[in-house]
Nanobody, 125 residues
Framework: QVQLVESGGGSVQAGGSLRLSCAAS????????LAWFRQAPDKEREGVAI????????YYADSVEGRFTISQDNAKSTVYLQMYSLKPEDTAVYYC??????????????????WGQGTQVTVSS
């Protein structure tokens, strides 16, 4: 079992920054990918940034490339999402997710077995 607890959401003006944290506990073998997804009202859940735990390889959605950075601490127990130059369209509930993925798209939220409770990010114009 893996438990994920997010923190760090909040409200910010456009152009501002926020950092989200996700504390992961439980069997590390149950998760080789850690990801941040987001879901805005009336929209599907979408992948934002993903990190492969084994090599720290990072992947980003086109909409956040160059503005968001995903990272994990040395113990690989906490994953972060640093968000810069935030835009109103970044407003959503952000979820941390973990899973063991050996095939298929890492951007498919159905690949992830474990989810945090979500944290709201609101960007005002």
């Amino acid at each position: 079992q893996v438990q994920l607890v997010e923190s760090g959401g909040g409200s910010v003006q456009a152009g501002g920054s926020l950092r989200l944290s996700c504390a992961a506990s439980g069997a590390s073998t149950s998760r080789n990918f850690l990801a941040w997804f987001r879901q805005a009202p009336d929209k599907e859940r979408e992948g934002v940034a993903i990190i492969y735990s084994g090599s720290d390889t990072m992947y980003y959605a086109d909409s956040v490339e160059g503005r968001f950075t995903i990272s994990q601490d040395n113990a690989k127990s906490t994953v972060y999402l640093q968000m810069y130059s935030l835009k109103p369209e970044d407003t959503a509930v952000y979820y941390c997710a973990a899973g063991t993925i050996n095939g298929g798209s890492i951007w498919d939220h159905r690949q992830y077995n474990y989810w945090g409770q979500g944290t709201q990010v609101t960007v005002s114009s």
